[in-house]
Each structure stands twice: as structure tokens, then as C-alpha cells.
């Protein structure tokens, strides 16, 4: 019998996620790597490949509830057994409350809060059946304090946070831990394209106004984010459920 273990991740093609993949994948973990972009996934799962570890990748919708569920009954058959579940697939959106849409609230939703119920409805049940399991989703800053003109992804985030707990809560008795972690500004691609498109004639200005907006001077990288989750997905970290971790440069206690 392998006991290798299998983690999921969700937008693993890419920044983030694509460092979290890595991680679990150095912690010696089979990884599967999901992504909207098949693509992205296949590169990333790849580049684990060609280091010596295990990882495939998979093309999903995490906002397709049935398309979800069959994507896992299928993860778990091909390999046996799902042990971790990173929620990082996410999207981003700036507004206030009145700039914010029916049509973009939804799209916002489907993403950061159905998926993160999808991917933990689907993965569920296949931890509970051995009993064990890892759960960690991406939160935010956003969760806990207010940010200017996020109206729908604060809204996003917050639900993340609470439905970390609530799993936490129900599934403790079946040896399911679940965490959270509250990322501040991480250097992403998301980032890049962000500045690109807002600020094309002073992108290095606004990325150092952005940098400073986190006490310590500088955004994250995916790289350190990687390293938090891949100790909360551990054994070292077998003694945490329900929490939420900040990793933000001090932006929740030093500026707040």
C-alpha cells in the first residue's frame, strides 16, 4: 500500500498556488494540480516532475459543483486517498459598494466562496473515510479588517474565514484539521498585470506605494506564503485546527 499522501491544489498553475504545489511537493507529497488553465496546471506539475517528485494536473471550473465532485471522485480513485486540500483558487475585484455589480458580486462569489464550498464538499468525504485530513484555505487581510475598495472580494474573504472555522468545528472528530491563512500584499503576477493596466506611466512608483502600505516595507512573496501553509499541512502542525494565521508584514497589528 502507497502511503504517499495526496494533496489537491486549487490554482496551482500559478503564483500562489504554484508555489504552495512546490512546497507540498518538497514535503514529499503526491500533488494534484488544479487549475481553470490545464495549461498552467501541466507546467507546474511538470516542474515537480522534473525535480523528482510526484504530480498531475487537472483542468476544473472550482465554481461547477457537480464538475467538482466528479473531478475529486476521480482524484481519489486514480490515487487512493485525498489527504490535503489547499482552497487558494481565488479572484480579485476593486469597488465600493456602490461600484460593485449584481453581475460582479456573483462572479466574485462563485469563485472565492462556492468554490472554497465546492472543493471542501467533494473533498470531504474521502477524509473522513480514513479519518484524516488537511484543509487550509486562503483568507485574507481582508477577512478581518476593512480595505479600501474591496467591497466584494472583503465580502469574499470574510466567508472564507467562517467557513474555516465552521469546518474546523464539525470535522474535528473525524481527524480533519482545518486552517486558514490571511495573506497581506504578495508580489504576484496578478500584481504585475494589475499596475500594468492602472498605472502604465509610473508602475515603479505605485509598486513601491504598494510595497509600504505593509509596515515591513515590502509585499510578501508567494514563496513565504508557500512556507506557512506547507508547515500547516505537516505533522509538526498536528496540534492546529481553527485558527487563522496573518502573513502580512504586520498590516493587521501594526496598522490597525
Do not use: W
Not at 488553465?37 to 498531475?56: F, V
Not at 486562503?138 to 475598495?149: N, W
Not at 484539521?177 to 505605485?206: Q, W
Amino acid at each position: 500500500m502507497n502511503n504517499q499522501k495526496v494533496s489537491v491544489v486549487t490554482g496551482g498553475g500559478s503564483g500562489i498556488g504554484y508555489s504552495i504545489s512546490k512546497a507540498l511537493a518538497d514535503l514529499g507529497h503526491k500533488v494534484v494540480v488544479v487549475d481553470l488553465s490545464y495549461e498552467s496546471a501541466q507546467k507546474t506539475a511538470n516542474e515537480i516532475m522534473s525535480n523528482g517528485g510526484l504530480a498531475s494536473a487537472v483542468e476544473l471550473n472550482v465554481a461547477k459543483h457537480r464538475e467538482v465532485i466528479d473531478a475529486f471522485n476521480e482524484i481519489e480513485s486514480n490515487n487512493g486517498r485525498i489527504d490535503v486540500l489547499i482552497n487558494n483558487a481565488g479572484i480579485g475585484s476593486i469597488g465600493t459598494l456602490e461600484e460593485t455589480s449584481e453581475e460582479e458580486l456573483d462572479r466574485v462569489y462563485q469563485v472565492n466562496v462556492k468554490g472554497v464550498y465546492n472543493c471542501s464538499y467533494a473533498a470531504i468525504r474521502h477524509m473522513k473515510s480514513k479519518k484524516a485530513g488537511v484543509i487550509v484555505n486562503l483568507a485574507s487581510i481582508a477577512s478581518s479588517v476593512g480595505i479600501p475598495d474591496r467591497f466584494a472580494y472583503s465580502m469574499s474573504k470574510g466567508a472564507v474565514l467562517t467557513m474555516t472555522y465552521s469546518i474546523a468545528k464539525d470535522y474535528v472528530k473525524d481527524g480533519i484539521r482545518c486552517n486558514c491563512i490571511a495573506p497581506g500584499r504578495v508580489h504576484t503576477p496578478f500584481v504585475d498585470s494589475y499596475l500594468e493596466k492602472n498605472y502604465p506611466d509610473n508602475t515603479d512608483e505605485m509598486f513601491e506605494k504598494l510595497s509600504k502600505t505593509q509596515p515591513i516595507g515590502r509585499m510578501g512573496t508567494p514563496k513565504e506564503i508557500a512556507a506557512l501553509v506547507k508547515y500547516l499541512c505537516s505533522d509538526e502542525a498536528s496540534f492546529i485546527t481553527g485558527s487563522n494565521f496573518p502573513i502580512d508584514g504586520g498590516f493587521v497589528t501594526i496598522n490597525n
